[in-house]
C-alpha cells in the first residue's frame, strides 16, 4: 500500500471508531424487528459505489477534515441527550463528507448523503409522522378520480365510503415503502449522473411526487377489487402494486437522467 492509501484507510478507521456507539445503534435497530430493514440497501449501495472508485480516491482536504470532525464531535456530544436517530444521522454527514472528499471531483456531496441518510432505520419513523397524512390525501385523491371515472365515493379520513361500505386504506397503502425507494433511487441516479447540490434535491422532490401519484393510482385500481366491483384473486392485491412499480422506477429515472441531459445540452 502506498502512504497515501495508508492515510486514506486511517481516516476512514479513526472516523468509523469515533462513531462505534452510533453504528452499533444502527445494527441493532435494524435487526431487533422495530423496523424494515431497508437502510441495510442503501448502506451496501454506498459500499459498492465507494469500492468502484477505489482507485480513484484522493487525499481529503483540510477543510473537510474539520467539517468531518466537528459532525463526530456533535454526534457524541448528542449521544445520551436526544434520540439516537438525530445522533446517528450527524454521524452519518460526517463520514459522508469525508467520503465525498475522498472521491474522485465529479463525484459529488448531496447524492452520498441522501443514501447514508437512507441507510438509517427510517421506516418506522417515517410510517408513524407520514403515514396518516399520506392515506388520507390517498383517500381524498382517489375519490376524486373515482368520481372522474363516474363512481361518487365519500372521503373519510384514510378510507372511502362506497354503496354502504367502508374501503380503509391501510397503512401498507400509505406508499411508505415507496417513497423510500423513489429517494433511494432519486439519489442513485444523481449520484451516477454527478448531479450537483440543487439538481439533486429537483430530483429528490420530483421523485417523490412520482411516488405520490403512483401510490394514488395503485390505491384507484385497488378500490375496484377491495370493493367488490371487479372479482380478482387474492394475488392481485400485490400484483397491481407490483405493476405500478415497475412503470414507476424508469419514470424516475427519466427525471434523474433524461431531464439532466437535456440541461447539459
Request: charged share 10%; aromatic share 10%; proline share 5%.
Amino acid at each position: 500500500m502506498t502512504s497515501k492509501s495508508w492515510l486514506i484507510s486511517g481516516l476512514l478507521a479513526a472516523t468509523l471508531l469515533a462513531a462505534w456507539p452510533h453504528w452499533l445503534w444502527m445494527v441493532r435497530r435494524s435487526s431487533d424487528g422495530s423496523d424494515d430493514p431497508w437502510g441495510i440497501v442503501a448502506l451496501l449501495t454506498l459500499v459498492a459505489l465507494i469500492y468502484i472508485d477505489k482507485d480513484k480516491l484522493r487525499a481529503p482536504q483540510a477543510s473537510a477534515l474539520s467539517a468531518t470532525a466537528l459532525c463526530m464531535i456533535t454526534a457524541t456530544a448528542m449521544w445520551g441527550w436526544l434520540p439516537p436517530i438525530i445522533a446517528t444521522a450527524f454521524a452519518l454527514i460526517g463520514i459522508s463528507m469525508l467520503i465525498a472528499n475522498l472521491l474522485p471531483a465529479n463525484r459529488k456531496l448531496m447524492p452520498l448523503l441522501t443514501l447514508a441518510i437512507l441507510s438509517l432505520p427510517l421506516v418506522a419513523s417515517l410510517n408513524f409522522y407520514l403515514g396518516y397524512p399520506l392515506r388520507w390525501f390517498c383517500a381524498q385523491s382517489t375519490s376524486v378520480i373515482l368520481s372522474w371515472l363516474g363512481t361518487d365515493t365519500t372521503p373519510a379520513g384514510a378510507s372511502l365510503w362506497w354503496n354502504g361500505k367502508t374501503i380503509l386504506i391501510d397503512a401498507p397503502c400509505a406508499g411508505i415503502a415507496m417513497l423510500w425507494i423513489g429517494l433511494y433511487f432519486g439519489a442513485l441516479f444523481s449520484y451516477l449522473n454527478n448531479a450537483r447540490t440543487l439538481r439533486t434535491c429537483i430530483n429528490l422532490g420530483l421523485a417523490s411526487t412520482l411516488v405520490i401519484i403512483a401510490n394514488v393510482l395503485r390505491n384507484t385500481l385497488l378500490f375496484y377489487k377491495e370493493s367488490g366491483m371487479v372479482h380478482l384473486p387474492h394475488w392481485t392485491h400485490e400484483a397491481i402494486g407490483l405493476v405500478i412499480f415497475a412503470l414507476f422506477v424508469p419514470s424516475v429515472y427519466f427525471v434523474c437522467h433524461a431531464m439532466q441531459t437535456k440541461e447539459a445540452t
